[in-house]
């Protein structure tokens, strides 16, 4: 991962999210049922694509490395798994801040919103599982595996939750989707803003690859310090023996 | 405009989220460069000595540690 | 005799020898329950409360005794063995999970027995169909508790984390079995019981497959 390209995609992303700012202050027109508040939508939608597609690729990842026994695999899974908890948390906030002045409370179990807790939670516990188990052997094993069964149970969680909110008498109207847009002008936000994030989402994930990967590099330039250093112990002390 | 502050905590939560992170990244990797730099240096240093060294008769012994 | 009958036999031989898993995991669910009922604070006869406590008791009870029946392997030391014979892993895995379901189960009648107790609910027919949704969430969490049991063993501070990643994934089946548990404790019409007992059925399907495929990736002596 080069610096060059890092240095290229973080401009790229700059431009691509003071193009979406523009638009989401500046040219989409405001909602007429919820006012500007609507305007949270625009990156809290993007947030949320974010945070599901960046656990898929930790799942997908930790696959990789389960077949293939390459660290970068392992890096990659790590890195994708903070970045992707950084925008669940921002889902979930962003969420909160926009069901207050629409719908009165701070929290609704709406079935989205739910849904991103519980993957909030997984978040939670395969980052818990990485920083706790640092020093174990195979914890990129371990961390596969984790990965790969919540992956696996995510769809599941979509249905049960939607399903556990369907029948439960709504005392929170569901929010109408978000995607009754009815102003083109509203989809192409959306979509700018949606490319936004994922440019950024990429530039995050190469960042923190990169220092995963410098530490690895670290780790083995260290342990051929210590070899090496062994060997000149050697050497000295033979030509005390020898003399 | 009603609800204005709301919208703006919003996307100044999101904005300082972003940022704080990439300059957390951005430390991080000048500091784990740095240390690289240096072991780079100290295993150059060391591999000189080593080489410089090399004209004596290299014994069985100092041959098994390589 | 194949492996997996072996050592099942041998852990549900042990268990009946006065092992300490089940009586554990009967004596959590009992304080459990008993706690919710302080806690919670139902009227009589409450069946969507008494579903729910029944839930909570069994998965935090499951989290700190599902993953014995493997976690044990380690204190006596006997682990190496169990990887060194030429058992399949995945053989492993389903005695494992299977002596952990017949735990849990037994747990779980106990604490049903209580439950009824404890919320003023009746000893009739409609206990019978409690009968299929606790089996099936006691299948799907020894199945996540036994593959992701290494956790607890091989991590300093695992014992905590093992909840922290078990609970989360089951909370489909969570969903599924108190609404299944509900509909059956009321008396709900029938379509209503079944439908969620189907989502149940999935998530089993998932962790059972999840943990067959999956477990020989992680278990090791250290």
Not at chain 1, 173 to 202: N, W
Not at chain 3, 53 to 79: D, H, K, P
Not at chain 3, 202 to 218: K, N, P, Q, R, V
């Given at each position: 991962?080069?610096?060059?390209?890092?240095?290229?995609?973080?401009?790229?992303?700059?431009?691509?999210?003071?193009?979406?700012?523009?638009?989401?202050?500046?040219?989409?027109?405001?909602?007429?049922?919820?006012?500007?508040?609507?305007?949270?939508?625009?990156?809290?939608?993007?947030?949320?694509?974010?945070?599901?597609?960046?656990?898929?690729?930790?799942?997908?990842?930790?696959?990789?490395?389960?077949?293939?026994?390459?660290?970068?695999?392992?890096?990659?899974?790590?890195?994708?798994?903070?970045?992707?908890?950084?925008?669940?948390?921002?889902?979930?906030?962003?969420?909160?801040?926009?069901?207050?002045?629409?719908?009165?409370?701070?929290?609704?179990?709406?079935?989205?919103?739910?849904?991103?807790?519980?993957?909030?939670?997984?978040?939670?516990?395969?980052?818990?599982?990485?920083?706790?188990?640092?020093?174990?052997?195979?914890?990129?094993?371990?961390?596969?595996?984790?990965?790969?069964?919540?992956?696996?149970?995510?769809?599941?969680?979509?249905?049960?939750?939607?399903?556990?909110?369907?029948?439960?008498?709504?005392?929170?109207?569901?929010?109408?989707?978000?995607?009754?847009?009815?102003?083109?002008?509203?989809?192409?936000?959306?979509?700018?803003?949606?490319?936004?994030?994922?440019?950024?989402?990429?530039?995050?994930?190469?960042?923190?690859?990169?220092?995963?990967?410098?530490?690895?590099?670290?780790?083995?330039l260290g342990r051929q310090l210590a070899l090496a250093e062994a060997e000149m112990a050697?050497?000295?002390?033979?030509?005390?023996?020898?003399? | 405009?009603?609800?204005?502050?709301?919208?703006?905590?919003?996307?100044?939560?999101?904005?300082?989220?972003?940022?704080?992170?990439?300059?957390?990244?951005?430390?991080?990797?000048?500091?784990?460069?740095?240390?690289?730099?240096?072991?780079?240096?100290?295993l150059?240093?060391i591999?000189?000595?080593?080489?410089?060294?090399?004209?004596?008769?290299?014994?069985?012994?100092?041959?098994?540690?390589? | 005799?194949?492996?997996?009958?072996?050592?099942?036999?041998?852990?549900?031989?042990?268990?009946?020898?006065?092992?300490?898993?089940?009586?554990?995991?009967?004596?959590?669910?009992?304080?459990?329950?008993?706690?919710?009922?302080?806690?919670?604070?139902?009227?009589?006869?409450?069946?969507?409360?008494?579903?729910?406590?029944?839930?909570?008791?069994?998965?935090?009870?499951?989290?700190?005794?599902?993953?014995?029946?493997?976690?044990?392997?380690?204190?006596?030391?006997?682990?190496?063995?169990?990887?060194?014979?030429?058992?399949?892993?995945?053989?492993?895995?389903?005695?494992?999970?299977?002596?952990?379901?017949?735990?849990?189960?037994?747990?779980?009648?106990?604490?049903?027995?209580?439950?009824?107790?404890?919320?003023?609910?009746?000893?009739?027919?409609?206990?019978?169909?409690?009968?299929?949704?606790?089996?099936?969430?006691?299948?799907?969490?020894?199945?996540?508790?036994?593959?992701?049991?290494?956790?607890?063993?091989?991590?300093?501070?695992?014992?905590?984390?093992?909840?922290?990643?078990?609970?989360?994934?089951?909370?489909?089946?969570?969903?599924?079995?108190?609404?299944?548990?509900?509909?059956?404790?009321?008396?709900?019409?029938?379509?209503?019981?079944?439908?969620?007992?189907?989502?149940?059925?999935?998530?089993?399907?998932?962790?059972?497959?999840?943990?067959?495929?999956?477990?020989?990736?992680?278990?090791?002596?250290?």
């Amino acid at each position: 991962m080069g610096t060059k390209a890092a240095y290229w995609l973080g401009v790229i992303t700059l431009a691509m999210m003071t193009a979406a700012i523009f638009m989401v202050f500046v040219y989409v027109p405001t909602e007429a049922q919820q006012g500007i508040v609507q305007r949270i939508f625009y990156f809290h939608v993007p947030c949320a694509w974010v945070a599901f597609a960046a656990f898929a690729l930790v799942a997908i990842s930790g696959g990789f490395y389960l077949w293939l026994g390459q660290q970068v695999w392992d890096d990659l899974a790590y890195a994708s798994a903070e970045v992707g908890m950084l925008f669940c948390t921002l889902v979930l906030i962003t969420g909160s801040i926009w069901a207050k002045p629409i719908w009165g409370a701070w929290w609704t179990w709406d079935s989205r919103l739910t849904t991103t807790l519980v993957l909030w939670l997984l978040y939670a516990g395969y980052l818990t599982l990485r920083v706790m188990a640092n020093e174990v052997p195979q914890v990129g094993r371990l961390a596969a595996v984790v990965g790969i069964v919540a992956a696996a149970d995510v769809p599941v969680i979509i249905v049960s939750v939607r399903l556990w909110r369907t029948i439960h008498p709504a005392v929170i109207v569901t929010r109408q989707g978000g995607h009754g847009l009815e102003d083109p002008r509203m989809i192409a936000t959306l979509l700018v803003s949606m490319s936004a994030f994922t440019a950024l989402c990429v530039w995050l994930l190469m960042l923190r690859f990169s220092t995963l990967r410098t530490t690895a590099r670290i780790a083995d330039l260290g342990r051929q310090l210590a070899l090496a250093e062994a060997e000149m112990a050697d050497r000295s002390g033979q030509v005390r023996g020898s003399s | 405009m009603e609800n204005l502050s709301y919208l703006f905590v919003a996307y100044s939560i999101i904005f300082a989220a972003i940022v704080l992170y990439v300059m957390f990244l951005w430390r991080r990797q000048a500091r784990l460069d740095s240390r690289l730099r240096g072991l780079e240096i100290q295993l150059n240093e060391i591999r000189d000595e080593l080489a410089a060294d090399q004209p004596k008769p290299m014994t069985t012994a100092s041959r098994s540690v390589s | 005799m194949s492996a997996f009958t072996a050592i099942l036999r041998k852990d549900l031989r042990l268990e009946l020898r006065g092992g300490e898993s089940t009586l554990t995991l009967v004596f959590l669910s009992l304080l459990i329950l008993t706690v919710l009922t302080f806690a919670l604070n139902a009227p009589a006869g409450d069946a969507g409360t008494a579903a729910g406590a029944l839930w909570v008791a069994m998965i935090f009870a499951g989290t700190m005794g599902a993953a014995r029946a493997l976690v044990v392997e380690w204190e006596n030391g006997c682990i190496r063995a169990l990887l060194l014979s030429p058992a399949e892993r995945a053989s492993i895995y389903c005695a494992k999970l299977v002596a952990s379901f017949v735990f849990m189960v037994l747990a779980e009648l106990a604490a049903t027995v209580m439950m009824v107790l404890f919320f003023n609910l009746d000893f009739g027919i409609r206990l019978v169909r409690l009968g299929p949704v606790l089996a099936m969430g006691a299948l799907g969490f020894a199945a996540l508790a036994t593959l992701l049991a290494t956790i607890q063993v091989r991590i300093s501070g695992g014992d905590l984390l093992l909840p922290l990643l078990t609970v989360p994934v089951f909370v489909p089946a969570l969903i599924a079995g108190v609404k299944a548990s509900n509909a059956a404790l009321a008396g709900l019409p029938f379509e209503a019981f079944a439908q969620w007992l189907k989502v149940l059925a999935a998530c089993d399907i998932l962790f059972l497959a999840a943990g067959y495929l999956l477990f020989e990736h992680i278990i090791s002596e250290d």
